[in-house]
């Protein structure tokens, strides 16, 4: 089975997607943790939309009955770091290729949040134009401060985004686990769903909009150009510095 797999058209039916306009993709990467591999992949995979699709929106799910997304895969990246110091810069600097992808795709993005979104998987899902959330099932967490591992700015800048600042300095400080509930209390996800109503939801929700790829990608380049200086001027180098670091 493919880590990255899509589909439009007849298959958005078998969903209860009947628009062609609409892109499914799903992550079926166990915890879909991210490495090369994986990121490469999606990259690939969000490219390959964009250019063989007329689809206008992206809808992203996972296909874990529990795991939306646990972030870096830190079995992969931690012994890197000691044994392969440019596989391990040349990965950070691929994973905000990824955060800068979602930021500025020319389609409006949806992240169907269908269990927990850890680290790295919670700032992907900020990375997104909206959120729907499991109800029933997952949390949304930031634990780096459990873990001893700083952010770069840009990943800061990134979750500030979709994340109301008062919400984002508990959830940095305290490893505060998020539900679907406080999400929406908070304007992080548009609604939390039950696991049968979230993909209908959230194609619903796309197959409503039908915007212009143009004006889109347009728009976005706006709206997220301070994200994206930061991420291109201030953590390039800090990654060639060895990352950031608590010493």
Same mark, same amino acid.
């Given at each position: 089975?493919?880590?990255?797999?899509?589909?439009?058209?007849? =298959? #958005? $039916? &078998? +969903? !209860? %997607? /009947? *628009? @062609? =306009? #609409? $892109? &499914? +993709? !799903? %992550? /079926? *990467? @166990?915890?879909?943790?991210?490495?090369?591999?994986?990121?490469?992949?999606?990259?690939?995979?969000?490219?390959?939309?964009?250019?063989?699709?007329?689809?206008?929106?992206?809808?992203?799910?996972?296909?874990?009955?529990?795991?939306?997304?646990?972030?870096?895969?830190?079995?992969?990246?931690?012994?890197?770091?000691?044994?392969?110091?440019?596989?391990?810069?040349?990965?950070?600097?691929?994973?905000?290729?990824?955060?800068?992808?979602?930021?500025?795709?020319?389609?409006?993005?949806?992240?169907?949040?269908?269990?927990?979104?850890?680290?790295?998987?919670?700032?992907?899902?900020?990375?997104?134009?909206?959120?729907?959330?499991?109800?029933?099932?997952?949390?949304?967490?930031?634990?780096?401060?459990?873990?001893?591992?700083?952010?770069?700015?840009?990943?800061?800048?990134?979750?500030?985004?979709?994340?109301?600042?008062?919400?984002?300095?508990?959830?940095?400080?305290?490893?505060?686990?998020?539900?679907?509930?406080?999400?929406?209390?908070?304007?992080?996800?548009?609604?939390?769903?039950?696991?049968?109503?979230?993909?209908?939801?959230?194609?619903?929700?796309?197959?409503?909009?039908?915007?212009?790829?143009?004006?889109?990608?347009?728009?976005?380049?706006?709206?997220?150009?301070?994200?994206?200086?930061?991420?291109?001027?201030?953590?390039?180098?800090?990654?060639?510095?060895?990352?950031?670091?608590?010493?």
């Amino acid at each position: 089975m493919a880590l990255i797999e899509w589909t439009t058209d007849d =298959k #958005i $039916a &078998i +969903l !209860s %997607m /009947n *628009s @062609g =306009k #609409i $892109a &499914i +993709l !799903s %992550m /079926n *990467s @166990g915890e879909n943790r991210f490495n090369p591999g994986f990121l490469t992949e999606f990259l690939a995979v969000l490219d390959e939309i964009e250019q063989n699709t007329d689809a206008n929106a992206l809808v992203v799910k996972s296909n874990h009955e529990k795991i939306f997304s646990n972030g870096i895969d830190l079995d992969w990246l931690l012994p890197t770091i000691q044994t392969d110091v440019a596989a391990s810069k040349s990965f950070l600097h691929q994973l905000n290729e990824l955060f800068k992808r979602m930021l500025l795709y020319p389609m409006i993005t949806i992240a169907a949040i269908t269990g927990h979104a850890f680290a790295g998987g919670a700032m992907l899902c900020c990375a997104f134009d909206f959120r729907f959330m499991r109800a029933d099932r997952g949390f949304l967490c930031l634990p780096e401060v459990d873990l001893k591992m700083p952010f770069l700015p840009g990943m800061t800048a990134l979750i500030k985004k979709a994340v109301p600042m008062y919400m984002c300095e508990e959830m940095q400080l305290t490893a505060k686990r998020l539900t679907a509930q406080e999400c929406e209390k908070h304007h992080i996800i548009r609604k939390a769903c039950s696991l049968d109503e979230i993909m209908d939801e959230a194609v619903s929700f796309a197959k409503g909009l039908n915007k212009d790829r143009k004006i889109v990608a347009k728009l976005k380049e706006v709206l997220h150009a301070d994200i994206i200086r930061i991420m291109e001027t201030e953590d390039p180098p800090i990654i060639e510095a060895g990352g950031p670091s608590i010493s």
